[in-house]
């Protein structure tokens, strides 16, 4: 039995006890209800410290950082850390007695003195006109009255300037802090740094540290100085009349009593800091996961992957909504705690401390007759209960203060990082040879990967070819594009088996006529090179195919969208594990039902990686930053083995062999032969055209050539072989 379990039983079972020492005179459904009540409240408790003992347990959260190194979150609670840390922001948001912010601060500060005083002056006039009401003295309670509304005029203007300043001192704090923020971070290239060079320094989510924790974090702060300096002004003031009217004992018990319940509350608490800090860094995440569906838009709409991007996006809030709904449950059990120890149960003591003047004729109370009485009463319950409220803020003011931990550490570590990442300033890189990265021996590799791929790879990807041809209609299942469709006074797409384009203008949306009256005709396995200046169309060609641009006139014939797979030479790398790299848009599931296993995936991958130095390195499961971790040729590698998974009727190649050897690069273009793969190849290198069959070729006027290559001039454009 698990120990919370039997932690329950126990209690429980005292419970039947204290149950059977109920007066006898007591009916069951009586003893059914309390035992439900305090058996829920031992529940409750139980359940604190369960959530506490996992909370700890989850405490060494592991932040996956580029090129596979790791960095373990801190701690996040109020210690010595987080005062330190928070000094340091104080001194940019407060730079010198002199500065705007600190005048605000003195306002502030006055504001909050003067409704103390109000708060004390309402709560005489109240007992007051409670005297005048007992005693029958009407001209003597309107006069108060007319007090009381004189009084609530500088009220109403203090309360609503308090909420005002507060905002304001907010406000004003986030433009010093955001900045300072945006001095240090963009000072040079320190947010390229940031992002592109920073390591284990890296700065995940900045734009939500520099943007929402920032905000956060200033809100938190302005409203914790009214938080602390009223309720402890509040403790001064009403404590000194309070002595002055009821003695000190009733005051002391009051004490007494919520430094019991602040003992108790804090040995309870959850950790509340961590998990704000781990709110934030979820909202980063999602909305991280959206820049990137806005700044890869291009590259997933031609691979067709919105079924994917939409699990990815469905994910990341589903952290957030498990996350929030956690921490809501925590804070709904505090509220009960907070409700009833430090609302509920003061009020009672309060009233027992309002009794003690009374019945014990403390500060002459027993000679006094009844309207005095209950003007003392009426006074002295306001003082009270504002003392009570006050301490009952100071008590409840650790959940404010570990909610700020979280946003502060945020912040500290912006400013850290970025500072970490200025002080390291351009230190030289280390170099690293590509294909010897696991520590292999340079020149060497595995006989057995060697074999693999020399003898049996072309077999095994002729296999793979006739799988592919097998599962094209259930994979064609998995796709989201709808089908082709025409405005009004456009083209017309057809579908086929080839490709052909027919008296067809590419315009762009800025209404650039970029090619007129394009025709051509591709076949399968007919290879066609594509070039021309910037701006000439050839991306556009590509957008027309992708169904990414309507058609402006013309017909065009075309295989089905999925059957058209784009590389681009950045290309698209997934949030997730190495081996959603090579199945995008298809995920895990995906490739369980098409009957692929991993095996096949790195026979696809040592195509382009014949040392595997990929595979070899990390594992399928591995989730990483993969556009940063991976290097350029790598990036390219996988793209390519990306394109040999999904083995769709044409390809089109935009400058994605560029960082890789030219022993690969050859490999490629084999492969996609053997695997019956159409290429149309954007590229100015001349050592390609022995891969093609056409050029397509436009002039950046409109114009546009279509030539045919002559094969006998091929031995002019190979490559050099070294050895």
């Given at each position: 039995m698990a120990p919370a379990n039997r932690s329950v039983k126990r209690a429980q079972s005292r419970l039947m006890e204290l149950l059977g020492s109920v007066a006898p005179g007591s009916t069951w459904h009586k003893k059914l209800f309390l035992f439900a009540a305090l058996g829920g409240g031992v529940y409750t408790l139980v359940k604190y410290y369960k959530?506490?003992?996992?909370?700890?347990?989850?405490?060494?959260?592991?932040?996956?950082?580029?090129?596979?190194?790791?960095?373990?979150?801190?701690?996040?609670?109020?210690?010595?850390?987080?005062?330190?840390?928070?000094?340091?922001?104080?001194?940019?948001?407060?730079?010198?007695?002199?500065?705007?912010?600190?005048?605000?601060?003195?306002?502030?500060?006055?504001?909050l003195f003067a409704r103390t005083m109000l708060s004390v002056t309402i709560a005489e006039i109240a007992g007051k006109n409670a005297q005048n009401l007992v005693a029958r003295r009407w001209r003597e309670m309107a006069h108060?009255?007319?007090?009381?509304?004189?009084?609530?005029?500088?009220?109403?203007?203090?309360?609503?300037?308090?909420?005002?300043?507060?905002?304001?001192?907010?406000?004003?704090?986030?433009?010093?802090?955001?900045?300072?923020?945006?001095?240090?971070?963009?000072?040079?290239?320190?947010?390229?740094?940031?992002?592109?060079?920073?390591?284990?320094?890296?700065?995940?989510?900045?734009?939500?540290?520099?943007?929402?924790?920032?905000?956060?974090?200033?809100?938190?702060?302005?409203?914790?100085?009214t938080t602390v300096f009223k309720p402890v002004l509040d403790l001064i003031l009403f404590t000194k009349k309070l002595v002055g009217v009821m003695g000190w004992a009733s005051p002391m018990l009051m004490f007494a009593y919520f430094i019991i319940s602040g003992t108790l509350k804090k040995l309870i608490m959850p950790p509340f800091g961590k998990l704000t800090a781990k709110q934030s860094e979820l909202e980063g995440n999602y909305r991280t996961v959206h820049q990137?569906?806005?700044?890869?838009?291009?590259?997933?709409?031609?691979y067709d992957g919105s079924r994917k991007e939409r699990q990815i996006i469905n994910l990341s809030f589903g952290d957030i909504y498990r996350h929030t709904s956690y921490v809501s449950y925590l804070r709904c059990l505090v509220g009960i705690f907070d409700g009833f120890l430090v609302k509920y149960c003061a009020s009672?003591?309060?009233?027992?401390?309002?009794?003690?003047?009374?019945?014990?004729?403390?500060?002459?109370?027993?000679?006094?007759?009844?309207?005095?009485?209950?003007?003392?009463?009426?006074r002295n319950t306001q003082l009270m209960m504002a003392l009570a409220q006050a301490i009952g803020q100071l008590v409840l003011?650790?959940?404010?203060?570990?909610?700020?931990?979280?946003?502060?550490?945020?912040?500290?570590?912006?400013?850290?990082?970025?500072?970490?990442?200025?002080?390291?300033?351009?230190?030289?890189?280390?170099?690293?040879?590509?294909?010897?990265?696991?520590g292999a021996t340079p020149g060497t590799q595995s006989p057995i990967v060697t074999e693999r791929y020399e003898v049996n790879n072309n077999e095994w990807l002729l296999q793979w070819k006739t799988r592919c041809d097998n599962l094209r209609q259930l994979k064609r299942s998995l796709s989201t594009s709808s089908t082709m469709t025409t405005d009004a006074g456009g083209g017309k797409f057809i579908e086929g088996e080839f490709i052909q384009f027919s008296n067809v203008s590419i315009v762009s949306p800025e209404g650039k006529l970029l090619?007129?009256?394009?025709?051509?005709?591709?076949?399968?396995?007919?290879?066609?090179?594509?070039?021309?200046?910037?701006?000439?169309?050839?991306?556009?060609?590509?957008?027309?195919?992708?169904?990414?641009?309507?058609?402006?006139?013309?017909?065009?014939?075309?295989?089905?969208?999925?059957?058209?797979?784009?590389?681009?030479?950045?290309?698209?790398?997934?949030?997730?594990?190495?081996?959603?790299?090579?199945?995008?848009?298809?995920?895990?599931?995906?490739?369980?039902?098409?009957?692929?296993?991993?095996?096949?995936?790195?026979?696809?991958?040592?195509?382009?990686?014949?040392?595997?130095?990929?595979?070899?390195?990390?594992?399928?499961?591995?989730?990483?930053?993969?556009?940063?971790?991976?290097?350029?040729?790598?990036?390219?590698?996988?793209?390519?083995?990306?394109?040999?998974?999904?083995?769709?009727?044409?390809?089109?190649?935009?400058?994605?062999?560029?960082?890789?050897?030219?022993?690969?690069?050859?490999?490629?273009?084999?492969?996609?032969?053997?695997?019956?793969?159409?290429?149309?190849?954007?590229?100015?290198?001349?050592?390609?055209?022995?891969?093609?069959?056409?050029?397509?070729?436009?002039?950046?006027r409109g114009g546009w050539e279509w030539t045919k290559i002559d094969h006998s001039q091929d031995h002019l454009n190979k490559p050099l072989s070294f050895k």
């Open positions: 959530t506490q003992k996992e909370l700890k347990t989850q405490s060494g959260l592991v932040i996956q950082s580029p090129k596979g190194q790791e960095r373990k979150s801190q701690k996040v609670t109020v210690d010595a850390v987080f005062f330190k840390r928070l000094a340091k922001i104080i001194k940019i948001i407060i730079p010198s007695v002199r500065s705007k912010e600190f005048a605000s601060l003195l306002f502030l500060t006055a504001l108060y009255v007319f007090r009381f509304a004189l009084v609530s005029i500088p009220a109403a203007f203090v309360n609503s300037t308090l909420k005002y300043e507060t905002e304001m001192l907010a406000l004003q704090f986030r433009k010093r802090l955001s900045e300072h923020v945006h001095r240090e971070y963009l000072e040079g290239v320190n947010f390229y740094k940031a992002s592109h060079l920073g390591g284990v320094n890296r700065i995940d989510n900045a734009d939500q540290r520099v943007t929402s924790d920032i905000e956060q974090f200033c809100n938190s702060m302005s409203n914790l100085y990137r569906l806005i700044a890869n838009a291009e590259e997933i709409a031609f009672i003591l309060g009233y027992g401390c309002m009794a003690l003047p009374i019945y014990m004729g403390i500060k002459g109370a027993a000679g006094k007759d009844t309207a005095e009485l209950t003007k003392d009463y009426i003011l650790g959940n404010k203060i570990t909610n700020m931990a979280g946003y502060t550490s945020r912040v500290s570590e912006l400013l850290e990082m970025v500072k970490q990442i200025k002080e390291r300033g351009t230190s030289t890189f280390v170099i690293v040879d590509d294909d010897n990265m696991t090619v007129t009256d394009l025709n051509f005709e591709v076949k399968p396995k007919q290879n066609v090179m594509i070039t021309g200046p910037n701006g000439s169309g050839k991306s556009s060609l590509f957008r027309i195919l992708g169904e990414l641009w309507p058609l402006h006139c013309g017909t065009v014939i075309k295989p089905r969208k999925e059957d058209i797979l784009f590389v681009p030479q950045k290309p698209y790398l997934v949030l997730g594990t190495l081996r959603d790299q090579i199945i995008y848009p298809h995920n895990a599931e995906d490739m369980k039902r098409f009957g692929i296993t991993d095996d096949d995936l790195q026979n696809l991958l040592s195509t382009v990686d014949p040392n595997n130095t990929i595979i070899r390195q990390w594992a399928w499961d591995d989730v990483k930053d993969w556009f940063n971790t991976f290097s350029g040729g790598q990036k390219q590698r996988v793209a390519m083995a990306r394109l040999f998974y999904h083995r769709p009727q044409y390809a089109i190649l935009d400058e994605c062999t560029s960082a890789v050897s030219d022993e690969v690069e050859g490999k490629i273009y084999e492969t996609c032969k053997t695997l019956g793969i159409t290429l149309f190849t954007v590229s100015h290198r001349q050592q390609l055209r022995v891969h093609h069959d056409d050029v397509l070729m436009f002039d950046g």
